[in-house]
T-cell receptor, first 116, second 115 residues
């Protein structure tokens, strides 16, 4: 059975500073995908970044980077130069298998608050 | 990426009534769609996988007779909450997998309130 763990229910960060949101996962599959989503108060799910289990380089998308440590089964999200608009819920998710038609399972989420 | 719509965006109904929520993939054909439920301040919980032309696959603990899923075409899946009760009040979100392995397109969600 797959499992996603986010141990930080809430985080504060000062505007313009970097912040790391933790995510660990558990799977016996060799092929899997890891996702991070942002959910503002509106409820929409905004895709941030993706890492495939066979990707050797850490994924980066603008101010977002994913610190992928396969042996530790961790996939932490790093947000650089935080902005006030980054305040939201952040969810880590995993899909066993690399086919996009496979289901996503989500972690419990981290609420990030950016202080001015 | 694909555009996914949900209708209605919010609905208030009386206890005991049934509510139908639509999920449409506007520019992408989807043989599979996913339905999630999110209670306030909680995570998204997968309810079921909607399969075009066949029965949905429900997650453990989800009552298939209460949450009826129909995926009659490649662009539309519906979730019907039958005999809704206040504990069914939640945010329901659908998603459509894309062609790329990093693609999963979410609808804007439907907020259901059962009085």
């Amino acid at each position: 059975a797959q499992k996603i763990t986010q141990t930080q229910p809430g985080m504060f960060v000062q505007e313009k500073e970097a912040v790391t949101l933790d995510c660990t996962y558990d799977t016996s599959d060799q092929s899997y995908g890891l996702f991070w989503y942002k959910q503002p108060s509106s409820g929409e799910m905004i895709f941030l970044i993706y890492q495939g289990s066979y990707d050797e380089q850490n994924a980066t998308e603008g101010r977002y980077s994913l610190n992928f440590q396969k042996a530790r089964k961790s996939a932490n999200l790093v947000i650089s130069a935080s902005q006030l608009g980054d305040s939201a819920m952040y969810f880590c998710a995993m899909r066993e298998g690399l086919d996009s038609s496979y289901k996503l399972i989500f972690g419990s989420g981290t609420r990030l608050l950016v202080r001015p | 990426g694909a555009v996914v719509s949900q209708h209605p965006s919010w609905v208030i109904c009386k206890s005991g009534t049934s509510v139908k929520i639509e999920c449409r993939s506007l520019d992408f054909q989807a043989t599979t769609m996913f339905w999630y439920r999110q209670f306030p301040k909680q995570s998204l919980m997968l309810m079921a996988t909607s399969n075009e032309g066949s029965k949905a696959t429900y997650e453990q603990g989800v009552e298939k007779d209460k949450f009826l899923i129909n995926h009659a075409s490649l662009t539309l899946s519906t979730l019907t909450v039958t005999s809704a009760h206040p504990e069914d009040s939640s945010f329901y979100i659908c998603s459509v997998p894309g062609s790329g392995d990093n693609e999963q397109f979410f609808g804007p969600g439907t907020r259901l309130t059962v009085l």
